[in-house]
């Protein structure tokens, strides 16, 4: 009977698009390597455990090997036997150090590696959700701007305001209440000139479709927590009509609620947990406009 062993491996690469990129690639068991460029190979960094305890080791990088036109070749080179290795290195975590299969005792048709991400994507996903941060901070802050006075905004962002500038409010409330109303000027005149590479719909799309992912393989969202989710959104939106929103509820199916039932995972499918989500947030946003225009009329 052929058993199968679990080993943790890195490629060249991986370790390439590490360095580039500054980026932690996850092997898996909670363990993470970030990659550094030397002159002989990589340096690396492993992380790992609940106080990310960090270990130092290095890989090298040979060109005994060549490609078919006669170039040369890189290749990863074992630190244990010096072999090269035109697939992937494993991680031996007794010593630390980077070696092939043969050298770990593990037969190369008995080693398995576990499932994750390409690390590609990985660098895609990080640099969109990014830009998605950065956007709605801006289109959230730029609607406080228009919406709140300059003691309303100020007041709930106490960091923008220096220290001396609260002292002048217990001997000149006029001049304190001048300063707030420039202080609010300059920022919103620096918003208004952030320049921010918004999202297209297909990278939003694609953006919310891996969060999807990633929230189904935390298994931290049930049906049922999707389906409430559902059915708030929808009680948010009839709200405004009372007449048609016990029947809305009664009468027609959730949608959801029926893709949910289809399936025998326990899970929903990565596209309608993006739209849930996506809903949910603008549904948020609007509430937050609404709610500011409303403290500006008053």
């Known amino acids: 009977m052929r058993t199968k062993v679990d080993l943790l491996p890195v490629s060249l690469h991986e370790l390439r698009v590490s360095a580039f990129h500054r980026v932690w690639i996850k092997l898996g068991m909670g363990i993470q390597v970030r990659a550094r460029t030397t002159a002989s190979g990589y340096d690396l960094r492993i992380r790992y455990g609940k106080d990310d305890t960090i270990k130092k080791s290095s890989v090298k ?17 074992c630190a244990s036997c010096g072999k090269l290795a035109f697939q992937n290195l494993y991680l031996d975590t007794k010593t630390w150090q980077w070696k092939c299969s043969p050298c770990l005792g593990v037969k190369p048709w008995k080693v398995r590696v576990p499932m994750k991400w390409d690390l590609g994507e990985e660098t895609k996903f990080r640099q969109l959700l990014r830009r998605k941060v950065d956007e709605d901070i801006l289109k959230f802050e730029l609607a406080a701007l228009r ?44 918003m208004m000139r952030r320049r921010i590479q918004f999202l297209n719909d297909k990278e939003n799309k694609w953006l919310m479709e891996k969060l999807g992912v990633v929230f189904e393989k935390a298994f931290i969202i049930s049906r049922r927590d999707i389906a409430w989710l559902q059915q708030h959104h929808q009680q948010q939106t009839s709200g405004s009509q009372p007449g048609l929103k016990s029947e809305l509820l009664s009468s027609q199916p959730l949608e959801i609620g029926c893709s949910l039932a289809k399936t025998s995972s326990g899970q929903a499918t990565n ?18 406009e609404v709610t500011a225009e409303n403290e500006e009329m008053k």
């Open 61 to 77: 990088v040979e060109y005994g090997a060549r490609w078919a036109n006669g170039n040369p070749r890189p290749t990863l080179s």
């Open 147 to 190: 919406g709140l006075s300059a003691e309303a905004f100020l007041a709930t962002r106490p960091y923008l305001v220096p220290p001396w500038v609260e002292q002048v409010r217990e001997f000149n409330p006029k001049l304190y209440a001048k300063l707030l109303k420039t202080l609010h000027g300059k920022y919103r005149a620096v």
């Open 271 to 288: 596209v309608e947990l993006a739209q849930v989500l996506e809903q949910s947030a603008v549904q948020i946003a609007g509430e937050l």
